[in-house]
C-alpha cells in the first residue's frame, strides 16, 4: 500500500483526462492530486468527488512544495480523526518531512502547520490548560453586548455606501465588519484593524506573503500584550494576560494570534457565502421572508454547503493505523476535508440538500479542538446580515450568479467580490445604537453584574480604547502594509 510519505500512486482516471482538465492540471508527481494551484483551485468540490470516486473516504494529496499528506473525505472517518486524539495527535513536531527538513521556513505551508504554543498545536493536558484559559475568557464577552456593537459597526459600514445606491458588499461589508468586532474582542485599536485582518488574509490565503505577514502579525500582537499589562481593559488580551492557568507572555500571542487569524476571514466568508445564497436562490430569500425558514437556520444551511474553511490541518498519526481503507504511516499529516465531508453521501441524501438548522455539519470540526467561537461568528453573521438588509431591503445583484469570481487556496475558497445595487438611503439617526463595554462575566462563566452601563460605558470604553491607541499610534506609526514583504520587527522595519 502506498502512504504520502513515499508517494507512487498511479491515479489512472486522471491521467486519462483530457488537456484542459482541472483533474490532470492538478496531477503532480506520479499522479497524485495536488490541492494547491490553478488545476485544484478551479472545482475544489469537484475535486474532492473525483478524489471520493477515485480512492474513498481517504486520498493522496499533495500540498505545496509537493509535500504528500492524506485528505479525509468522508464525514464518520473525520469523526475517527477528531475524536481520537491519541492516535491523532496536533503535535506536528513529529511529523516526517519537518523532521527530514524538507519544508523550508520560508514555505507558504509553514505559517499554518508549523508547531507552536497554542492550542491547536497541543493535545492532552496542556491542550486542556490553554484550551480552558481560550474558552474561559471568550465566555466573559456578553453576547448581547457583541451584537451591539456588530449593530454599530454595521450601521456605520452602510453609511458609507447607503446612498450611492451600489456597493461592493464583500469588500466594503463583508471583510470589515468581523475585523472591527474582533478589534473590541482583541482589545486592539479599531484603526489598526484593516492592517491585521490582510495580514491574516495572507496567512490564510497561504501565499508568498504568509510568512512576512506572519512576523507582521506576532509584532503587533506583542505590542499589544506589553500594553495590556501595564493598562489591562474588558478584552481578551486582558483577561488572558490574568487567567488562573498563568500563560506567558509567549503563549497569550499565539492565542490572541490563533483568534485573530482562525476568526476573521472564516467570518468574512460565512456573511459572504450567506448573503450570495439569498441573493441567487430566489425560493432561499422567499423562505426568509415568508418566515418558513429562520436567518441562523439559513447560516446553518449555508454551513453545509460552503463551509467557511474548505480543509483544515487535521493531525498526524502517532503510529501506524488503517483508515478509510488507507494504511496510514506513523508520522503522516491528515488533512480534514470539512466540505467535502459535508457533502459526504454516507450521510447526506444529495449535496444540497436541505438540513432545516441542523447543526451537526463539521465546519467547526469536532472533538476537543472544535471552534470555540464559533457562537461569536454566528452571532457576527445573522447581527451583520440581519442589519443590511433591514436598512437596504430591495439589496440585488448586480450580476448573474455564474459570473461571480471566486478564488480558492488549498485551505479555502471564496469570492472575490459581491457587486449589489439598491434604493439610495439617507444616513439615519440611530442614538440609541450606541453599545454598552461588552459586560463581562466571571472566569467560571457565571454572569457577573456588568461593571459599567449605558453611556457612561460607552465613554469609559472609548477613552480606554483611544488612549491605548494613542499610545500605540505613537508606537506603530511606522509600520507599513503588512503585505508588502515589509517586517516588523521590534518596533522598527527591516526588509
Ligand atoms: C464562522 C466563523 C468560524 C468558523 C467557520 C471557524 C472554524 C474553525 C475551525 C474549522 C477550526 C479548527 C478546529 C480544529 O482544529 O479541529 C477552528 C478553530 C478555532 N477557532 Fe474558529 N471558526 C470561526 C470563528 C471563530 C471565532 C469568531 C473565534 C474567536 C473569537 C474562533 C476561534 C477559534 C480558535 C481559538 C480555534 C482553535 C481551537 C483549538 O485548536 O483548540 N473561531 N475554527
Given at each position: 500500500?502506498?502512504?504520502?510519505?513515499?508517494?507512487?500512486?498511479?491515479?489512472?482516471?486522471?491521467?486519462?483526462?483530457?488537456?484542459?482538465?482541472?483533474?490532470?492540471?492538478?496531477?503532480?508527481?506520479?499522479?497524485?492530486?495536488?490541492?494547491?494551484?490553478?488545476?485544484?483551485?478551479?472545482?475544489?468540490?469537484?475535486?474532492?468527488?473525483?478524489?471520493?470516486?477515485?480512492?474513498?473516504?481517504?486520498?493522496?494529496?499533495?500540498?505545496?512544495?509537493?509535500?504528500?499528506?492524506?485528505?479525509?473525505?468522508?464525514?464518520?472517518?473525520?469523526?475517527?480523526?477528531?475524536?481520537?486524539?491519541?492516535?491523532?495527535?496536533?503535535?506536528?513536531?513529529?511529523?516526517?518531512?519537518?523532521?527530514?527538513?524538507?519544508?523550508?521556513?520560508?514555505?507558504?505551508?509553514?505559517?499554518?502547520?508549523?508547531?507552536?504554543?497554542?492550542?491547536?498545536?497541543?493535545?492532552?493536558?496542556?491542550?486542556?490548560?490553554?484550551?480552558?484559559?481560550?474558552?474561559?475568557?471568550?465566555?466573559?464577552?456578553?453576547?448581547?453586548?457583541?451584537?451591539?456593537?456588530?449593530?454599530?459597526?454595521?450601521?456605520?459600514?452602510?453609511?458609507?455606501?447607503?446612498?450611492?445606491?451600489?456597493?461592493?458588499?464583500?469588500?466594503?461589508?463583508?471583510?470589515?465588519?468581523?475585523?472591527?468586532?474582533?478589534?473590541?474582542?482583541?482589545?486592539?485599536?479599531?484603526?489598526?484593524?484593516?492592517r491585521l485582518?490582510e495580514a491574516s488574509?495572507q496567512l490564510?490565503?497561504?501565499?508568498?506573503k504568509?510568512v512576512s505577514a506572519d512576523r507582521y502579525i506576532q509584532q503587533a500582537l506583542?505590542?499589544?500584550?506589553?500594553?495590556?499589562?501595564?493598562?489591562?481593559?474588558?478584552?481578551?488580551?486582558?483577561?488572558?494576560?490574568?487567567?488562573?492557568?498563568?500563560?506567558?507572555?509567549?503563549?497569550?500571542?499565539?492565542?490572541?494570534?490563533?483568534?485573530?487569524?482562525?476568526?476573521?476571514?472564516?467570518?468574512?466568508?460565512?456573511?459572504?457565502?450567506?448573503?450570495?445564497?439569498?441573493?441567487?436562490?430566489?425560493?432561499?430569500?422567499?423562505?426568509?421572508?415568508?418566515?418558513?425558514?429562520?436567518?441562523?437556520?439559513?447560516?446553518?444551511?449555508?454551513?453545509?454547503?460552503?463551509?467557511?474553511?474548505?480543509?483544515?490541518?487535521?493531525?498526524?498519526?502517532?503510529?501506524?493505523?488503517?483508515?478509510?481503507?488507507?494504511?496510514?504511516?506513523?508520522?503522516?499529516?491528515?488533512?480534514?476535508?470539512?466540505?467535502?465531508?459535508?457533502?459526504?453521501?454516507?450521510?447526506?441524501?444529495?449535496?444540497?440538500?436541505?438540513?432545516?438548522?441542523?447543526?451537526?455539519?463539521?465546519?467547526?470540526?469536532?472533538?476537543?479542538?472544535?471552534?470555540?467561537?464559533?457562537?461569536?461568528?454566528?452571532?457576527?453573521?445573522?447581527?451583520?446580515?440581519?442589519?443590511?438588509?433591514?436598512?437596504?431591503?430591495?439589496?440585488?445583484?448586480?450580476?448573474?450568479?455564474?459570473?461571480?469570481?471566486?478564488?480558492?487556496?488549498?485551505?479555502?475558497?471564496?469570492?472575490?467580490?459581491?457587486?449589489?445595487?439598491?434604493?439610495?438611503?439617507?444616513?439615519?439617526?440611530?442614538?440609541?445604537?450606541?453599545?454598552?463595554?461588552?459586560?463581562?462575566?466571571?472566569?467560571?462563566?457565571?454572569?457577573?453584574?456588568?461593571?459599567?452601563?449605558?453611556?457612561?460605558?460607552?465613554?469609559?470604553?472609548?477613552?480606554?480604547?483611544?488612549?491605548?491607541?494613542?499610545?500605540?499610534?505613537?508606537?506603530?506609526?511606522?509600520a507599513e502594509d503588512p503585505t508588502d514583504?515589509v517586517e516588523r520587527t521590534?518596533?522598527?522595519r527591516?526588509?
Amino acid at each position: 500500500m502506498t502512504t504520502p510519505s513515499e508517494p507512487s500512486h498511479a491515479l489512472g482516471s486522471l491521467g486519462a483526462a483530457p488537456p484542459g482538465c482541472p483533474a490532470h492540471a492538478a496531477g503532480g508527481p506520479d499522479g497524485v492530486q495536488r490541492l494547491y494551484g490553478p488545476g485544484a483551485s478551479a472545482d475544489p468540490m469537484g475535486l474532492y468527488e473525483r478524489l471520493r470516486n477515485e480512492h474513498g473516504a481517504v486520498a493522496p494529496v499533495l500540498l505545496e512544495g509537493d509535500v504528500p499528506a492524506w485528505l479525509v473525505l468522508g464525514y464518520n472517518e473525520i469523526l475517527q480523526v477528531t475524536r481520537n486524539p491519541r492516535r491523532f495527535r496536533r503535535d506536528g513536531r513529529a511529523w516526517s518531512p519537518w523532521q527530514r527538513g524538507e519544508i523550508g521556513t520560508d514555505s507558504p505551508i509553514a505559517p499554518v502547520l508549523r508547531w507552536g504554543p497554542d492550542c491547536t498545536h497541543q493535545d492532552g493536558g496542556t491542550h486542556q490548560r490553554l484550551r480552558g484559559a481560550v474558552n474561559e475568557s471568550l465566555e466573559r464577552f456578553d453576547r448581547r453586548g457583541l451584537r451591539r456593537y456588530v449593530q454599530l459597526y454595521g450601521h456605520q459600514l452602510i453609511d458609507r455606501f447607503a446612498a450611492e445606491g451600489r456597493a461592493e458588499i464583500l469588500a466594503q461589508y463583508a471583510q470589515q465588519l468581523p475585523m472591527l468586532v474582533l478589534t473590541v474582542v482583541l482589545g486592539l485599536p479599531e484603526e489598526e484593524g484593516p492592517r491585521l485582518v490582510e495580514a491574516s488574509r495572507q496567512l490564510l490565503i497561504g501565499t508568498e506573503k504568509a510568512v512576512s505577514a506572519d512576523r507582521y502579525i506576532q509584532q503587533a500582537l506583542t505590542d499589544l500584550v506589553a500594553t495590556k499589562h501595564a493598562t489591562p481593559g474588558h478584552d481578551l488580551a486582558s483577561w488572558l494576560i490574568a487567567h488562573p492557568a498563568e500563560l506567558t507572555d509567549e503563549e497569550v500571542l499565539h492565542h490572541l494570534r490563533l483568534v485573530l487569524v482562525a476568526a476573521n476571514e472564516t467570518t468574512t466568508n460565512l456573511i459572504v457565502n450567506t448573503l450570495r445564497v439569498v441573493f441567487t436562490h430566489p425560493r432561499f430569500r422567499g423562505s426568509l421572508h415568508g418566515g418558513r425558514m429562520t436567518l441562523p437556520a439559513a447560516v446553518e444551511q449555508v454551513l453545509w454547503d460552503e463551509p467557511p474553511i474548505s480543509v483544515c490541518p487535521g493531525g498526524f498519526a502517532s503510529d501506524d493505523v488503517e483508515l478509510g481503507g488507507q494504511n496510514i504511516r506513523k508520522g503522516d499529516i491528515l488533512l480534514l476535508g470539512l466540505a467535502a465531508a459535508n457533502a459526504d453521501p454516507a450521510i447526506r441524501p444529495a449535496p444540497g440538500a436541505p438540513m432545516h438548522g441542523n447543526r451537526s455539519h463539521l465546519s467547526f470540526t469536532s472533538g476537543p479542538h472544535e471552534c470555540p467561537g464559533q457562537d461569536i461568528g454566528r452571532a457576527i453573521t445573522v447581527t451583520g446580515i440581519e442589519v443590511l438588509l433591514s436598512r437596504l431591503p430591495d439589496l440585488r445583484l448586480t450580476l448573474e450568479p455564474d459570473e461571480l469570481d471566486w478564488s480558492a487556496s488549498t485551505w479555502s475558497r471564496h469570492l472575490v467580490a459581491l457587486p449589489v445595487e439598491f434604493t439610495p438611503r439617507t444616513r439615519t439617526e440611530r442614538v440609541s445604537l450606541v453599545p454598552p463595554a461588552p459586560g463581562r462575566r466571571s472566569a467560571r462563566g457565571r454572569p457577573r453584574p456588568a461593571p459599567r452601563v449605558g453611556a457612561d460605558a460607552e465613554e469609559s470604553a472609548t477613552a480606554e480604547r483611544s488612549s491605548f491607541w494613542s499610545t500605540l499610534r505613537r508606537r506603530w506609526s511606522r509600520a507599513e502594509d503588512p503585505t508588502d514583504g515589509v517586517e516588523r520587527t521590534g518596533g522598527r522595519r527591516s526588509r
